[in-house]
Structure formats: C-alpha cells, structure tokens
C-alpha cells in the first residue's frame, strides 16, 4: 500500500498531489511537466517534499511535521529509469546481484533464476552494458531493481527512451512482472495504451494536481 | 649499455623509493579533497583551492623553506612528530618524500577532480535506489568509475616527484644514501669537474623513467576508459 500526501516548490512550480493506493500497478499519467517525475522522485526518497507524508507498506518514510525523511537506500524500493542507469564498470551479472550485495541480503539462487528467466537475459549475463541494446538493457535494469527485494517498484517511463518495436518487446515483461512478480508497482508514463494494458490504477496529474483518480477507466 | 655505478644506482633507487612513498601516501588524501573540490560547496573552498595550487606557483624554494620551518626538528609540527611519534623528516629520506608529495600534490589532484566531476551522478542516485548507503556508493560506483583520472593522477604526481628538486634540496639537503635524489645527484655532479659522464647518465635515465611513466600513464587511462565504456 502507498500512501502520498505531498507539497513541493520547485521554481515556478508547484506540485501538490495526494492519493492513497492499494493497486499492483499504480499508473501516474500525465503531459510531460506535470510532475509526474518530481512526485516518483519524492517517494523514492531523492527529492524532499516541502511539507507532507509519504507512506510505502505501512512505514512513513516521509513526515515533514515529524521531521522523518527516510533516506533512498533505506526505503526498499526498486527505481527503474527511463535510461536504465547500468552501472557501467560491472557486467549483466554484476549489475543483477548489486542490490542484494547492498542490501547484504543472502543469496536466492531460486529467486534469481526465476527473475533471469522472467526477463529473459540468461544470455546476456556476462556482457556488459554497453555491449546491450536499449531494450536488454531495461530489462536488465528491471531484473536489477526487481532482486533487491524491493517492498515498492518504481518505473519512470521505463519504455520512453525505445522505439515502437522495442516497447511491444518489453510490455509482456512488464504484464508477466505484474502477473508474477508480487511487488507492487507505480509507473510514471504519458501513454494511454502502455497504462491501459499494465496499470490497476490511475493517478492522473495535471500541472502539478492531481485531477482524478481511479480505475483505468479515468483514462479515457 | 649504461655503465651506472654503485654510487648512481643509490641515487636511483631512493628517487623510485621516495616518489614511489610520496605517490602512495598521497593518494587517499587526493581522492579525498579531489572528491570534496568536486562535489561540495563549502565556505572557503576557493582558498583551499588556491591552497593545494601553491606548491605549482610558488618557488620551490620557499615551498622547502617553508617545509623546513613547519616540519623541521625545531618547526612547530616536526619538533611534536619527533618527540611524540619518533618521525623525523628533516634531511631524511622520509623528507624528501615529504617535500616531492607536496610539490606533486596539485598534478596528483587535478586528474582525479575532472574524473569526479565527469561522473554521472544519476549512477550514484541508481545505486541509492538498490539499497547502497552513501560510503559504498562512494566505494562501488564513484571510485571504480573515476579510476583512470585516479590512475592518471597517481602517474603524473610519480613522475613530478621523482624529478623534484627545488623544495627537496631546500628542505632534507643533498645527502648521498639518504637525500641525495636523481636530481640533486645531477646537480652535484655537473659542479664537479669530471662529472659529466656520470650526470649524462642519471639524465638518460631521468628521460627514461619520466617517458616510461607517461606511456603507463596512458596505458592505464585507455584501458580503464574502455572498461568504463562497457566494452
């Protein structure tokens, strides 16, 4: 469950959003400037709201009143970009076990192959980033996030930065991942049919305020 | 071949030793300060700035002179050193050291700066997501990609400070076996009527190790970017 009731100045915008989710998928949709990134980036911890709380699985992770500001790496999530952001000194293998090496969580052989296999980057395991195309690479960034063992997932236009052909390569990730994966999931995008196939829920932002919010339905 | 006498092979090995002692002691305080240049904003940071710079404008001279003053066995911190700790750098070799480390210092720093500031710090913020607290973002993701300015840093301050002599000669003297470097041994020898054979081949030498050290320099730098560009 993710709880968001949040205020933030940045320059000459204002974002102020507040919505309360039970969902699998929590889709944010938006215009580009919306505040759809500023809002994902405060419930991961990077940016702090100016007043206001954030509640991820029942622990505030944010309470301006209370002075509680969680920091990243303690909040549990998982992030995937929009540039998938692979460490690009380690190889596949390397980047996949990074979170549970951080997180000194034991080693799941079993969790592991399930994810590889999930994702389907079983052979691209000892390559390294810049040898992968933009679409191995987020499901690599995806494997990467999903075996930290995050309590939240967070997915910033994770298909933005592909073209056609590979969005309708990676989006069956995507509904397996959501059918299979048993973490919850907010995913930031301004396309109508990419939340329509994934989302449960819909918040939709509109300069910086919520304006509705509810089934996929809002959408149309 | 080369005909190095005894005499000349000392001068040698303890300009390897003491560039090799400066370089490695240096270093942690260079990635620290490289690091804090590069990433914080603090009251004073131009004059720390123009702080490390010094040793790079000022006359070596006075950089040893003022060595002397500070760490001599009568300065404020070597006469502390010498009683509490037993370390003593005047006119030792652990001198000369100390004088190539600072004179070497803003060479050491600048590469690994730039490096620090080249980093893409959306990977840090990745590596924050995954759970990674800010010292091991700092040891798994900004250190390894900063690496060939680090590498870079550590070859051009070796090779500054192995040809150091202003501030070294100032500071520890020219004594043969214990201060007496590469470069104060040429000095010496080039005053001496019949020393031009034996400075001409501490020269060849001084060209050698300097050329050999540029050439690791950039072995390494090409290497460690290759690796960085994830081929």
Avoid at chain 1, 22 to 35: K, Y
Avoid at chain 2, 109 to 126: F, G
Avoid at chain 2, 157 to 180: D, L, M, Y
Wanted: hydrophobic letters at 50%; a positive charge.
């Amino acid at each position: 469950m993710l709880r968001v009731d949040v205020e933030k100045q940045l320059g000459e915008f204002s974002l102020e959003a507040s919505f309360s989710s039970q969902g699998r998928v929590t889709g944010l949709f938006g215009a580009s400037g919306a505040g759809k990134t500023s809002l994902i980036n405060m419930i991961a911890g990077l940016l702090r709201p100016d007043r206001g709380t954030i509640v991820i699985d029942g622990e505030t992770v944010d309470d301006t009143a209370a002075g509680i500001h969680v920091p990243t790496w303690r909040r549990r999530i998982g992030y995937v970009f929009q540039d998938a952001r692979l460490f690009p000194h380690l190889d596949v293998a390397q980047n996949l076990d990074y979170g549970r090496r951080m997180n000194r969580l034991a080693s799941d052989p079993a969790q592991h192959t399930r994810v590889v296999e999930l994702l389907d980057i079983g052979a691209l395991l000892d390559r390294r980033p810049g040898k992968l195309s933009g679409g191995e690479r987020q499901r690599v960034a995806l494997g990467r996030a999903l075996l930290s063992k995050p309590r939240l997932l967070l997915l910033d236009e994770p298909l933005g930065a592909l073209d056609e052909a590979r969005k309708l390569e990676i989006l069956p990730y995507l509904v397996r991942l959501r059918d299979e994966a048993n973490v919850p999931m907010v995913y930031v995008s301004h396309d109508v049919a990419e939340l329509r196939q994934l989302a449960t829920q819909i918040v939709m932002l509109r300069q910086g305020r919520v304006t509705s919010f509810g089934g996929v339905k809002v959408l149309t | 071949m080369l005909d190095i006498s005894p005499a000349e092979w000392t001068a040698i090995l303890l300009s390897l030793r003491v560039a090799i002692i400066a370089t490695l002691v240096a270093t942690p305080f260079g990635i620290a300060l490289a690091w804090l240049l590069a990433r914080k904003d603090f009251w004073g940071k131009s004059v720390l700035d123009a702080f490390v710079h010094l040793p790079l404008v000022l006359p070596p001279v006075v950089t040893g002179y003022l060595l002397l003053l500070t760490f001599g066995r009568r300065g404020l911190v070597g006469g502390f050193l010498a009683d509490h700790l037993g370390i003593v750098f005047a006119f030792r070799w652990t001198g000369a050291a100390l004088a190539c480390g600072v004179m070497s210092f803003p060479l050491l720093v600048r590469p690994m700066r730039l490096s620090i500031e080249a980093i893409d710090r959306r990977l840090e913020q990745a590596a924050e997501t995954l759970g990674a607290a800010p010292f091991k973002v700092f040891f798994t993701v900004t250190l390894p990609l900063a690496l060939p300015g680090v590498l870079a840093g550590m070859v051009l301050g070796f090779a500054k400070a192995i040809g150091e002599f202003g501030a070294t000669i100032t500071f520890v003297s020219n004594i043969p076996g214990e201060t007496q470097t590469i470069s104060s041994a040429i000095y010496s020898l080039i005053q001496t009527p019949d020393g031009d054979a034996a400075a001409g081949r501490l020269v060849i030498v001084s060209i050698v190790l300097a050329l050999g050290a540029l050439i690791v320099a950039e072995w390494f730098a090409r290497r460690a970017t290759q690796r960085l560009h994830g081929n």
